[in-house]
């Protein structure tokens, strides 16, 4: 069965990089379709970027879609988000999420999650 870690969340000042990984053991990354998603309390789950099985991308709010960047590495059986220009309004909690299918940023159809990495952003 299929598990996932992720991992790289930290405190960035604004302006910085981070790169979150999603490691994946009991199976091969390839097969799935990957998405990120990120979450404040209080609110609902966001989707942030996704990349097919084929390698199709897709990012969801406007406001990440020219700093973030999501990519696969087949060797190490990892996805990552690459996230630049970081500004506070990313803080959050991020979420790697695996499923058979089309990469969508609709969280209720992933059937595999990490446990989430703290992302904060300060001033």
């Known amino acids: 069965q299929l598990q996932i870690v992720e991992s790289g969340g930290g405190l960035v000042q604004a302006g910085g990089s981070l790169r979150l990984s999603c490691a994946a053991s009991?199976?091969?990354?390839?097969?799935?379709?990957i998405a990120w998603f990120r979450q404040v309390p209080g609110k609902e789950r966001e989707g942030v970027s996704c990349?097919?099985?084929?390698?199709?991308?897709?990012n969801g709010a406007d406001s990440v879609k020219d700093r973030f960047t999501v990519s696969r590495s087949k060797a190490r059986n990892t996805v990552y988000l690459q996230m630049n220009s970081l500004e506070p309004k990313d803080t959050a909690v991020y979420y790697c999420?695996?499923?058979?299918?089309?990469?969508?940023?609709?969280?209720?159809?992933?059937?595999?999650w990490g446990q989430g990495t703290q992302v904060t952003v300060s001033t």
């Open positions: 999420a695996a499923r058979h299918g089309v990469g969508v940023l609709w969280s209720h159809v992933y059937d595999y």
């Open positions: 990349v097919a099985t084929t390698g199709r991308k897709r």
């Open positions: 009991g199976d091969t990354l390839d097969y799935y379709a």
